[in-house]
């Protein structure tokens, strides 16, 4: 028997037993769906959770706050220094080994306004290297630039939710936006931040406040010498953030005439560990999915087992018929085995493909979607033609061993 003549005698058999071949085919089917569904559903959250946490904007950064003193030695040695101010991150980047960037940032609440709508919100006055060190991007327009930050420019750039609030569905660049009784020109206008599964509350207010040059927002609102809320420092790369923090601590200390009055906060090796333990989580998640999915194939397999052995005892006439005329049992195995595995191989299309389908249709509701890898689609067709092979080997055993006499009596 040929190739062609396996298939066609396979097909055959599935076609004239259509019934009992739909009922096997159902718990492949439901099997590989489930792979296919967990794949995707699993592959959206990875996706989702690494933006979430990308968003955060803490990927090899160090920030660096205020420290009040502890006792009067360290109250009279404080009085030294004027707390963080912009030219740290000057002193800190002229001495730069480990450092890519530094963003000096002061927060203050003011009221923002335009025509009758206003709220009170964050106002985040930062330097033009902010979004370089916190990883933001724009929807649209741009952010501040040097130019502007020195000569005190009334620009601001609105977090995505303020935008939406003060002007609808409106484009707000080159909108004007009144902070406290100043206007300002809107050039730029921030992304969405987080999804559902990371979604902290710095990041809300980001997209609920705007940001302005550090230098009009001391100049015009805080006073030119209030201390900075915090220095953001990003790394050359992940390994040296301890370098990092020691180079900050000695670049600042000689900036505050020895005085620590600031604390470096390595942010991005306690994301490094949160990201390892949600690692793990996710990990685990596939395990038991993976499981669940496993055993519904292992049924769907069962279900085949228990098919091929009935298609076995229907057919003993024509096993017994085709030994007699010369076929071999390597040949009455191989065509049994093929009819287990073509079976298999069909039931695995078809639930891959309706998984594939679902996957598609509910991808609008997840953040990041629902990817379709083609290693997952191809792992729930490898396994369930797997499954149709190893449940097939023992019926046809079972076949290829039968005496042509024994199987035509058997039939009779």
């Known amino acids: 028997m040929n190739a062609g003549e396996i298939l066609r005698s396979a097909l055959s058999e599935i076609r004239h037993h259509a019934l009992r071949s739909a009922l096997t085919l159902l718990g492949i089917i439901l099997g590989t769906l489930s792979i296919t569904i967990m794949t995707c559903f699993l592959d959206g959250i990875v996706k989702a959770v690494w933006e979430g946490f990308s968003d955060l904007g803490y990927d090899g950064v160090v920030q660096v706050y205020d420290r009040e003193a502890r006792d009067p030695r360290e109250a009279a040695l404080f009085a030294r220094s004027k707390g963080l101010q912009p030219e740290d991150a000057e002193i800190i980047m002229s001495r730069r080994q480990e450092v890519v960037a530094v963003a000096a940032v002061l927060y203050q609440d003011l009221v923002a306004r335009r025509a009758d709508v206003e709220r009170t919100v964050r106002v985040i006055g930062a330097t033009p290297a902010y979004p370089i060190v916190r990883g933001r991007s724009l929807a649209s327009g741009r952010f501040f630039n040097d130019l502007e930050e020195r000569t005190f420019a009334r620009v601001c750039v609105l977090g995505r939710r303020l935008a939406a609030r003060l002007f ?4 707000a660049v080159g ?35 705007l940001y302005v040059p550090l230098a009009t ?79 519904s194939l292992m049924v769907g397999g069962i279900g085949l087992l228990s098919v091929m052995l009935i298609s076995i005892g229907e057919r003993y006439y024509e096993i017994g018929l085709r030994k007699a005329i010369g076929a071999t049992d390597p040949q009455i195995f191989v065509q049994f085995l093929a009819e287990s595995a073509i079976l298999a191989l069909l039931g695995g299309l078809l639930g ?34 797997a499954l149709g092979i190893g449940y097939g080997v023992y019926p046809a055993l079972i076949a290829s061993r039968m005496e042509p006499v024994e199987a035509l009596r058997s039939s009779a």
């Not at 609808?168 to 484009?171: A, L, M, R, V």
């Not at 809107?186 to 969405?192: D, N, S």
């Not at 991808?363 to 067709?381: D, E, K, N, Y």
């Open 175 to 209: 909108k004007v936006v009144t902070l406290g009784s100043r206007a300002f020109r809107v050039i730029g206008v921030g992304t969405q931040l987080g999804n559902k599964f990371v979604n902290d509350g710095e990041m809300i207010e980001e997209m609920e406040g």
């Open 352 to 385: 891959t493909g309706g998984g594939v389908a679902i996957s598609k249709a509910l991808s609008g509701f997840f953040t990041a979607g629902l990817p379709i890898h083609p290693g997952g689609v191809l792992l729930s067709i490898g396994i369930a033609l």
């Open 168 to 171: 609808g569905s409106e484009d």
């Open 217 to 295: 927002l001391r100049k015009l609102y805080t006073g030119e010498e209030a201390p900075l809320t915090f220095l953001a420092v990003k790394a050359r790369n992940e390994e040296s953030l301890g370098t990092l923090k020691a180079e900050v601590t000695a670049s600042l200390k000689v900036a505050h005439h020895g005085a620590e009055d600031f604390k470096v906060a390595n942010i991005a090796e306690e994301m490094l560990r949160q990201r390892k333990q949600v690692r793990q989580i996710l990990t685990n998640w596939k395990i038991v999915l993976g499981a669940i999915a496993g055993i």
